[in-house]
């Protein structure tokens, strides 16, 4: 009897120990919800993209004049100094052309003197005294001397200096005293009222430029201001070494904001798109190569490879593998991975 009771506990504390190991099994096979991940989404809807081409840009005065000695002789009168403002046509400075102001006087005498001369022979002539051929002669004269005398005027004008263009005096060259031959440099006269932006422009950006077009011109030392400017000039030949096109820009620059040999920045517009699909660059996530998106499909994190195009401020075209419509994920993007469950906040 004692026996057949030792046998029955065993049992029921087998069957005991099998219930147990059942229920731990039972237990680890049980799956736990996966925890979706909060994420933040913004619909793909179409934009229009400007296609921007910025290049460098060499800034110079339209009208940049340095005016030179027309004759020989001592600057006896100088009437700027650097930085002073002249209208075209102003006297900049007198040489002494004493030889010259002789020379002149003297063929002034003798025009003069031809002239009167010539009165006479005309009262003379209508009088029926002098013969016309000797008329004709003195009339002959009188146009030597005319000639003669302006070309001594021409040597006279020849010692002033006068300004061919409007502008600022950049730079003096001579002092009062000074002795000059023709030729010798007297002042450099820059118009600093239009202000020429030279750039190259790579052979495939070309067919995009043309002459009249309208861009945008910066300068780094005066950040967050620009000007307006006009392509005043293609190059129809390309350089031999860069294999680059020169275009010159003309800016208005009348209030000053540029000054010649600034470092400038000119802003082309190649192309407008329209109806362009376009993501926040921060949203791309180079992978193993590969630029990829995340967007949200029924809850699922789906990764997307894109190819992506033109590239404006913080925005990049997309080409291939994003649609309009798409939810794509713009915060918590770098948590997630393809087939992960998440929450639109």
Not at 124 to 137: I, M, P, R, S, T
Not at 170 to 199: H, M
Not at 230 to 243: G, M
Request: charged share 25%; proline share 3%; aromatic share 4%.
């Amino acid at each position: 009897m004692l026996n057949k009771n030792i046998t029955i506990l065993i049992a029921c504390f087998a069957i005991l120990v099998l219930a147990g190991c059942g229920d731990e099994k039972s237990e680890a096979n049980i799956a736990v919800p996966e925890k979706a991940l909060e994420i933040i989404v913004s619909k793909v809807e179409p934009v229009i993209l400007e296609d921007t081409l910025v290049l460098p840009a060499h800034t110079e005065p339209d009208k940049d004049v340095c005016i030179s000695s027309e004759s020989t002789g001592t600057v006896i009168w100088l009437g700027v100094k650097e930085g002073d403002w002249v209208k075209k046509g102003a006297i900049i400075a007198r040489l002494d052309s004493a030889s010259s102001g002789a020379r002149f006087d003297k063929a002034k005498a003798v025009k003069n003197l031809a002239s009167e001369q010539l009165r006479r022979r005309r009262e003379l002539l209508e009088k029926g005294v002098l013969a016309q051929e000797e008329f004709d002669q003195m009339e002959a004269e009188l146009a030597s001397s005319e000639a003669s005398l302006k070309e001594m005027l021409v040597n006279v004008e020849y010692g002033v200096v006068r300004a061919p263009i409007a502008g600022i005096i950049n730079k003096r060259y001579v002092d009062r005293g000074e002795r000059l031959t023709a030729g010798a440099k007297v002042v450099d006269i820059v118009d600093p009222s239009i202000i020429r932006a030279t750039i190259n422009v790579p052979e495939m950006d070309i067919p995009y430029i043309s002459k009249g077009q309208e861009v945008t011109v910066s300068v780094d030392a005066i950040p967050g201001k620009s000007q307006k400017g006009i392509v005043d000039f293609v190059s129809f030949k390309a350089n031999e070494a860069s294999k680059t096109f020169q275009v010159r820009v003309l800016v208005d620059n009348e209030d000053g904001f540029i000054r010649a040999g600034m470092l400038a920045r000119v802003s082309l517009l190649r192309r407008a798109l329209t109806d362009a699909i376009t993501t926040p660059l921060f949203a791309i996530i180079n992978q193993g190569g590969e630029r990829i998106l995340y967007v949200e499909e029924n809850g699922i994190a789906r990764a997307r490879t894109i190819k992506i195009g033109i590239i404006e401020n913080d925005r990049a075209q997309v080409l291939e593998g994003l649609n309009i419509g798409d939810n794509l994920i713009v915060a918590g993007h770098t948590m997630v991975e393809d087939g992960m469950l998440v929450v639109v906040q």
